[in-house]
């Protein structure tokens, strides 16, 4: 019997919601709550959840852990039935999930190490989430998460390793590196060994994983060995996701990024000559302030020039403490409307995405009896059913506004 876990926000949450599954395995009758903080909206669903679980499991002893309770744990200890809060830190030592443990909130920001963690099973998923880095480093001017997670810090390779040949072992046929700020990896280890270098010799030491994928990467960061792995490496899959949050030179100036429109258009241009029909995502905030109207049309035709067919678009989200916070604001609605027509944008081009497809030739790694994702991660709709966790060849016979459709060989 291990405790619920109720797990909201990023890719690396859900890696520690399944090391924290090990680590309350003890507990009965308890609801873990791992929080985000990355937008206001995060923070309300989390707290209307807890305020559910209060009402239709009375008994039930809930623990609040996450980047929202790393930056204000005293206002998430007061909902109710909350048993108690633990930091980020804090959430992944054994010693904080004896039965008889309190709260722990330590200094994130003195931390130092990323233990590793042997996580053996992911619930209801195909491919599997391996931590290779923690905490950032730098201060965008609208993210409160560097708050959350502390200074950036490593996992070593061959603890890495080690992680994924074990999933491998249990069957999971693609692997996917996450962090906060994954394109800083080796910065803080002997050698400084760049995320490039470290996912060459990970492919060297485990030759039986089919399939590695990258989580959000910062297209400021690419460094020369990954650049010709993307180029040279099967196994690695033609897919990349940028952090990229405007298309605008004064709004990226404004968010304290560290690229340009150019050299973001640049890095997309250089990752389509190396690897031809390599399919290309981005986050995106919409309505940041003081952005004009001209400057959003900037960002929407970076869209539609760059031909992104996966965006993750978030209206703007004041986080107290953050320089933006205090900055002239767009108003609301006009956020939610820009958002809108960013969606719409990236449907159009995850549409013209997915019509080049058809006819084409693809890997599916099946997520269920009759769906999953190519290696271009598009969703792709079986014909036919067929076993789940397995790597198919298939051929694209079809597609609709946000699928493929395809029969497997």
């Known amino acids: 019997m291990t405790a619920d876990i109720l797990t909201f926000g990023c ?14 395995a003890e507990h009965t009758d308890t609801v873990v709550v791992n929080t985000c903080a990355v937008t206001a909206e995060a923070e309300r669903q989390a707290r209307q959840a807890i305020r559910k679980l209060a009402r239709e499991r009375p008994g039930a002893r809930i623990v609040v852990t996450g980047c929202a309770v790393q930056i204000d744990p005293a206002a998430w200890a007061e909902l109710p039935n909350v048993h108690r ?5 804090d959430k992944l030592r054994p010693e904080n999930w004896r039965p008889d443990a309190g709260s722990a909130v330590s200094d994130i920001m003195a931390a130092r190490e990323t233990a590793a963690h042997l996580v053996t099973e992911f619930t209801t998923r195909a491919r599997a989430f391996v931590q290779v880095q923690q905490g950032c480093d730098h201060r965008c001017t609208f993210c409160i998460i560097p708050f959350g997670r502390g200074p950036n810090r490593s996992v070593p390779i061959g603890a890495i390793a080690q992680q994924v040949r074990t999933l491998v072992a249990r069957g999971y046929q693609e692997i996917v590196l996450t962090g906060v700020d994954v394109a800083s990896y080796g ?3 002997p050698g400084v060994p760049s995320l490039g270098q470290m996912i060459r010799r990970l492919l060297l030491a485990v030759p039986e994983l089919p399939r590695l994928r990258l989580s959000s990467i910062d297209p400021a960061a690419i460094d020369a060995d990954l650049w010709r792995l993307i180029a040279e490496q099967p196994r690695l899959m033609p897919h990349l996701h940028l952090s990229l949050q405007a298309g605008s030179d004064l709004i990226l ?15 997309i241009h250089r990752a389509r000559d190396l690897r031809p029909g390599i399919a290309i995502g981005a986050d995106l905030i919409a309505g940041f302030p003081t952005e004009t109207d001209a400057l959003f049309e ?8 760059a031909a992104l067919p996966y965006l993750h678009v978030f209206p703007y989200s004041e986080r107290p403490g953050t320089p933006a916070a205090r900055m002239p604001a767009v108003a609301k609605p006009v956020r939610r409307a820009r958002a809108a027509a960013l969606r719409a944008a990236g449907a159009s081009e995850a549409g013209r995405f997915f019509a080049g497809q058809i006819g084409r030739q693809i890997w599916l790694l099946t997520e269920s009896d009759q769906s999953g994702h190519s290696e271009h991660f598009a969703p792709v709709r079986l014909a036919r059913p067929i076993e789940a966790n397995r790597l198919v060849r298939a ?6 506004a946000d699928q493929l459709l395809a029969e497997a060989a």
């Open 85 to 89: 809060v633990l930091g980020n830190d």
């Open 11 to 24: 890719r690396l949450n859900t890696y520690e919601s399944e090391v924290m599954r090990g680590l309350s």
């Open 395 to 400: 051929t694209v016979t079809g597609s609709t």
């Open 187 to 189: 910065a803080d280890l």
């Open 253 to 267: 100036k404004r968010m304290r990024r560290r690229h340009s429109r150019a050299e973001a258009m640049g890095v």
């Open 298 to 305: 900037d960002t929407l035709r970076f869209v539609q020039e």
